[in-house]
């Protein structure tokens, strides 16, 4: 079965600190790879899809397919960063998105 | 930009009662919603798929009696929490994948918070 895995509950950085957040997934051939994000009081919305390779508010991800991996990255976080962040991993057969536990990133000024 | 709706977004009710939840795409038309449920603090949890004219495909340990999802149109999705306990409060959410685009684009409603007593 799909397993999407976020190590870290709580990641904590000062205002204009690199982040990282981890997410590792189970190997599928060609995943379909996505992070969510959760503002406080609002609903979970796409940030950014590995196939576009696109970069939102200043975040990216690269696809590690060698090491499993999708991790979120940005160089200089903001407070208005601070949110909760999922990794999740799509089945272009059923259209479903399997969700990581979430990461908590807190952005302090 | 593609909304997704929940009706209502928190409802109380008496154990044993059902109760009924709402999902619509409200600019867009969406063969597949799904259902999630989220605890306190943790990930969604996939309940269901919801095809537009057939019956909803659920995840293992999801009771389909207990959980009724019917899809009657493109727009509207409902999932009806049947003889409620207090175990099955939580905070539900759908999703609504747009006819014709990408299968694994999900719009997300706000949600809906259930408290059974």
């Known amino acids: 079965a799909q397993r999407v895995t976020q190590p870290e509950k709580l990641l904590s950085v000062f205002k204009g600190a690199p982040v990282e957040l981890k997410c590792n997934y189970s190997?599928?051939?060609?995943?379909?790879l996505f992070w969510y994000v959760q503002y406080s009081r609002q609903r979970l919305q796409l940030l950014l899809r590995?196939?576009s390779r696109e970069s939102i508010k200043g975040f990216t991800a690269d696809l590690n397919k060698g090491e499993t991996s999708f991790h979120l990255k940005k160089p200089f976080a903001q407070e208005e960063d601070s949110a909760m962040y999922y990794c999740a991993q799509g089945s272009s057969n059923t259209g479903k998105l399997i969700f990581g536990q979430g990461t908590t990133l807190q952005v302090k000024p | 930009g593609a909304v997704v709706s929940q009706h209502p977004s928190w409802v109380i009710c008496k154990s044993g009662t059902s109760v009924k939840i709402e999902c619509r795409s409200l600019d867009f038309q969406a063969t597949t919603m799904f259902w999630y449920r989220q605890f306190p603090k943790q990930s969604l949890m996939l309940m269901a798929t919801?095809?537009?004219?057939?019956?909803?495909?659920?995840e293992q340990g999801v009771e389909k009696d207990k959980f009724l999802i019917n899809h009657a149109s493109l727009t509207l999705s409902t999932l009806t929490v049947t003889s409620a306990h207090p175990e099955d409060s939580s905070f539900y959410i759908c999703?609504?994948?747009?006819?014709?685009?990408?299968?694994?684009?999900?719009?997300f409603g706000p949600g809906t918070r259930l408290l059974v007593l």
């Open positions: 919801s095809n537009e004219g057939s019956k909803a495909t659920y």
């Open positions: 999703s609504a994948s747009p006819m014709g685009g990408v299968q694994e684009t999900q719009y």
């Open positions: 190997y599928s051939g060609s995943p379909e």
């Open positions: 590995h196939i």
